[in-house]
């Protein structure tokens, strides 16, 4: 193996270093904004009764109901 031989990185990998390197505040950014949608604390009530008043699916939906 050659001495100027470097591993390789691709286009993609390149870029987010270097945005990274552009911007350090990136990752915190991307968690404050993770949190405004992903990291929620579930109301526990809220979800058992949404469980509970569900109505169940009949196999094919667009076919009537035979009588």
């Not at 993609?12 to 949608?37: C, D, H, N």
């Amino acid at each position: 193996m050659p001495f100027f031989w470097k591993p390789y990185t691709s286009d993609v990998t390149q870029f987010i270093g270097e945005l990274k390197a552009r911007k350090p505040s990136l990752e915190a950014e991307q968690r404050a904004g993770r949190g405004l949608l992903w990291d929620r604390a579930l109301d526990r009530n809220a979800l058992a009764e949404w469980r509970e008043a569900r109505v169940p699916q009949q196999p094919y939906v667009y076919q009537t109901k035979a009588k």
